[in-house]
């Protein structure tokens, strides 16, 4: 069975060194190489070719957002998986729009970490739940804000009844 290879980019040795153990444990991933910041995950990136790169955002040199993006336009093939202590919009969403498939929170289970990984691996995307609760709140918001701009949204039950029946030719 083939292993799935990953990288780790995050700026603190001990995290690295604890993610790669638990990767490890995890009998269908193999760690092929760790960066402690973008600028070190782009000079190697293209020489270990991972199938994954488990990406930190706050980082010294150069921030995983940056690096992302790098990645993301040069080896459209490997996926990036944010994986960050920080799980509000304001990383979540620029980490997405960068090119990562996914994103972790460091607060995460180890199960949940190989999950993630293995679902980019296969092409999907992986949202952790406090992550997920992100983007629902943010869209229910959006959601909420449009509603009240719109004027259709604004007719009562009755009123789109009847707007309905105009539109269809009826006369008053």
Do not use: W
């Amino acid at each position: 069975m083939q292993k799935i290879k990953v990288m780790i980019v995050d700026d603190h040795t001990v995290v690295r060194d604890g993610i790669c153990a638990l990767l490890e444990l995890a009998g269908d991933m193999e760690v092929v190489g760790d960066a402690a910041n973008g600028r070190e995950a782009l000079e190697t990136v293209g020489k270990l070719m991972p199938d994954v790169v488990l990406m930190d955002i706050a980082m010294p040199i150069m921030d995983g957002l940056e690096a992302t993006r790098r990645i993301h336009k040069e080896f459209p093939e490997i996926k990036i998986l944010a994986l960050t202590q920080y799980d509000d919009k304001d990383y979540v969403f620029p980490s997405i729009k960068a090119g990562a498939c996914g994103f972790i929170s460091k607060t995460a289970a180890s199960s949940e970490l190989a999950s993630g990984i293995r679902a980019v691996f296969a092409g999907e995307s992986y949202l952790s739940p406090s992550v997920a609760k992100v983007f629902i709140e943010d869209y229910q918001q959006a959601a909420l804000t449009k509603d009240k701009n719109d004027p259709y949204e604004q007719l009562t039950d009755r009123e789109r009844e009847v707007l309905k029946l105009v539109a269809e030719g009826y006369t008053t």
